[in-house]
């Protein structure tokens, strides 16, 4: 009835199941609440003015944490909890620049709102990376 385009991750080389394969989008989504959520107590906490400020305020603060974390740990504290990481296709560690770029895409949201059939968001196709479970 239609093409055969195997398990999300194949073309990469990447295991169908278990450690190294591509993070199911419910343990992705998870991981995105849980950092925005982190970062909303930062933001309330140290930053905001007031309720209007809050959101403003939570996306600064989701955007630094992704940079800062990806670009340097390979995860965000949420991905690091729920047992996934951001890696290069290579399987390497990804570039602190890659890892900036993909990180300001994810926070305008739209690229990371268009998948492929690996279900890999825009920014992570533009920034060659795929986040993996751990």
Same mark, same amino acid.
């Given at each position: 009835?239609?093409?055969?385009?195997?398990?999300?991750?194949? /073309?990469?080389?990447?295991?169908e199941?278990?450690?190294?394969?591509?993070? *199911?989008?419910?343990?992705?989504? !998870?991981?995105?609440?849980?950092?925005?959520?982190?970062?909303?107590?930062? !933001?309330?906490?140290?930053? !905001?003015?007031?309720?209007?400020?809050?959101?403003?305020?939570?996306?600064?603060?989701?955007?630094?944490?992704?940079?800062?974390?990806?670009g340097?740990?390979?995860?965000?504290?949420?991905?690091?909890?729920?047992?996934? /990481?951001?890696?290069h296709?290579?399987?390497?560690?990804?570039?602190?620049? /890659?890892?900036?770029?993909?990180?300001?895409?994810?926070?305008? !949201?739209? *690229?990371?709102?268009?998948?492929?059939?690996?279900?890999?968001?825009?920014?992570?196709?533009?920034?060659?990376?795929?986040?993996?479970?751990?």
């Amino acid at each position: 009835m239609g093409v055969d385009f195997g398990y999300r991750g194949e /073309r990469f080389g990447l295991p169908e199941h278990g450690p190294g394969s591509v993070a *199911p989008v419910g343990r992705r989504i !998870a991981a995105l609440c849980l950092d925005w959520a982190l970062c909303a107590l930062i !933001a309330y906490g140290l930053l !905001a003015d007031g309720p209007s400020s809050l959101g403003n305020w939570t996306l600064l603060v989701f955007t630094l944490t992704g940079i800062l974390t990806v670009g340097t740990l390979g995860s965000t504290p949420g991905k690091r909890l729920l047992g996934l /990481r951001v890696v290069h296709l290579s399987g390497q560690r990804l570039s602190f620049p /890659r890892a900036a770029v993909r990180t300001v895409l994810l926070a305008l !949201a739209i *690229p990371a709102l268009i998948w492929d059939r690996d279900t890999r968001g825009l920014h992570d196709r533009l920034t060659d990376a795929v986040q993996i479970r751990v």
